[in-house]
């Protein structure tokens, strides 16, 4: 099983619809948790970190649920400069000490 | 302008010949990475270093090598050991402590042997 398991989609979507995406993590020791926004052939970009309360920035919701183990992210009224693909990040503490574990990531279009 | 360069952006080489690609951040992060990601996969860690003068292996150091003489700098030498070159290598660095853990990339560095 992946430390850190998403989707791949691709999930495709109308302009102005409202999307989810779940992403599950293996190490109940994981500590922090951040979503990433990736674009065709460039670097990660930090979308959000994610807090135990779960956290809002304009139209981005992240969730945590501890207990099974996963985090959430939910675009609402989707813009087509959404299209990208969202990784999934977790900091959690393995034998050796904390590491970084990247998802592969979840593939989003938005369409006109 | 605060930030993480990384230069050059595309690199071609010929099989059997030693590069070294650079990465700078002026963001005074302790902590700094390189990743590799290969077409529709996920990032996966060569080599990080928390602080100056140390540097630890990542899940797939072998082929490469690093430095980290200043906290500025963490340059990748991709050695003709490394079977496979032809990637997207990516570096990061992240405050580190109380400052925080995420991390911030560079620009990347697209490198094709043949």
């Known amino acids: 099983r992946k430390e850190v398991e998403q989707d791949p989609g691709p999930f495709n979507v109308p302009e102005g619809a409202t999307v989810a995406f779940n992403c599950t993590y293996s190490n109940s020791a994981s500590q922090s948790f951040f979503w990433y926004r990736q674009d065709c052939r460039k670097e990660p970009k930090l979308l959000m970190s994610?807090?135990?309360s779960g956290n809002e920035d304009g139209r981005f919701t992240a969730q945590l649920n501890r207990a099974s183990q996963y985090i959430s992210l939910l675009i609402r009224d989707s813009k087509l400069s959404d299209s990208a693909t969202y990784l999934c990040?977790?900091?959690?503490?393995?034998?050796?000490?904390?590491?970084?574990?990247f998802g592969a990531g979840t593939r989003l279009f938005v369409k006109a | 302008d605060g930030g993480i360069t990384q230069s050059p952006k595309y690199l071609f080489r010929k099989e059997g010949q030693n590069v070294t690609l650079s990465c700078e951040q002026n963001?005074?992060?302790?902590?700094m990475y390189w990743y590799r990601q290969d077409p529709g996969q996920g990032l996966r860690l060569i080599y990080y270093s928390q602080i100056v003068n140390d540097f630890q292996k990542g899940d797939i150091a072998e082929g490469y090598s690093v430095s980290r003489e200043k906290k500025e700098s963490f340059p990748l030498t991709v050695t003709s050991a490394q079977k496979n070159p032809t990637a997207f290598y990516l570096c990061?660095?992240?405050?580190?402590?109380?400052?925080?853990?995420?991390?911030?990339f560079g620009p990347g560095t697209r490198l094709t042997v043949t």
């Open positions: 990040v977790v900091r959690c503490l393995d034998t050796g000490g904390f590491k970084t574990i």
């Open positions: 994610v807090y135990s």
């Open positions: 963001l005074n992060h302790d902590a």
């Open positions: 990061a660095s992240s405050p580190g402590g109380t400052g925080g853990y995420e991390q911030y």
